[in-house]
């Protein structure tokens, strides 16, 4: 396994639409396994494909240690070309983070609970309903497969208030605890 730097704000290949996984190869499975590693050695809750430079539709997530102690913990979870089939229940802020902008953290209003069909790391089809953490840290996800980043849904003044740390970022000033793919 292997622990891929992660490309940070600014990046092109954030801003583009992932590729869909047509085919699941020895490769393809190496790669899961390597953004599992990656996301565990950020101490990340989630990584997307594009966060590593992939366009690709590919998410991991592992939102355990944010789940309230009732709460049933899935664990480690891969998402192969994911599809939100349905968002409901009340829209609510919470506080969102990405690896991709270190250190830089908002309210984000989405709703509550979604209904996601996706392959796993077997690429065998999947069907989840997802409420609290878990549905927050996939949209969360899912929006860097469409190239959206949760700065994206800011007010114009709330964005403000975070630009010199986003200047920061992108002209690869920010000190972070895991590797970053140094600017081109
Ligand atoms: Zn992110």
């Given at each position: 396994?292997?622990?891929?730097?992660?490309?940070?704000?600014?990046?092109?290949?954030?801003?583009?639409?992932?590729?869909?996984?047509?085919?699941?190869?020895?490769?393809?499975?190496?790669?899961?396994?390597?953004?599992?590693?990656?996301?565990?050695?950020?101490?990340?809750?989630?990584?997307?494909?594009?966060?590593?430079?992939?366009?690709?539709?590919?998410?991991?997530?592992?939102a355990?240690?944010?789940?309230d102690?009732?709460d049933?913990?899935?664990?480690?979870m891969?998402f192969?070309?994911?599809?939100?089939?349905?968002?409901?229940?009340?829209?609510?802020?919470m506080?969102e983070?990405?690896?991709?902008?270190p250190?830089?953290?908002?309210?984000?209003?989405?709703p509550?609970?979604v209904?996601?069909?996706?392959?796993?790391?077997?690429?065998?089809?999947?069907?989840?309903?997802?409420?609290?953490?878990?549905?927050?840290?996939i949209?969360?996800?899912?929006?860097?497969?469409?190239g959206?980043l949760?700065i994206?849904y800011?007010?114009?003044f709330?964005?403000?208030?975070?630009?010199?740390?986003?200047?920061?970022?992108e002209?690869?000033?920010?000190?972070?605890?895991y590797p970053?793919?140094?600017?081109?």
């Open positions: 396994m292997a622990i891929l730097p992660i490309v940070t704000y600014n990046d092109p290949v954030l801003r583009k639409k992932g590729e869909h996984v047509e085919e699941f190869t020895d490769e393809t499975r190496q790669f899961v396994a390597d953004m599992f590693e990656t996301m565990y050695n950020s101490e990340g809750v989630g990584l997307a494909a594009p966060q590593v430079g992939v366009s690709l539709r590919i998410f991991v997530l592992d355990d240690n944010m789940m102690e009732e049933e913990k899935p664990g480690p891969a192969v070309n994911p599809e939100i089939i349905e968002k409901k229940g009340m829209k609510i802020p506080d983070g990405c690896l991709s902008i250190e830089v953290t908002d309210k984000v209003v989405r509550e609970t209904v996601v069909k996706y392959k796993d790391e077997n690429f065998e089809d999947q069907e989840i309903e997802a409420s609290g953490w878990l549905a927050r840290v949209q969360h996800e899912y929006d860097h497969l469409d959206v949760f994206d800011l007010s114009v709330r964005k403000r208030m975070h630009k010199a740390d986003l200047k920061e970022i002209n690869g000033e920010r000190e972070t605890r970053i793919k140094p600017k081109d």
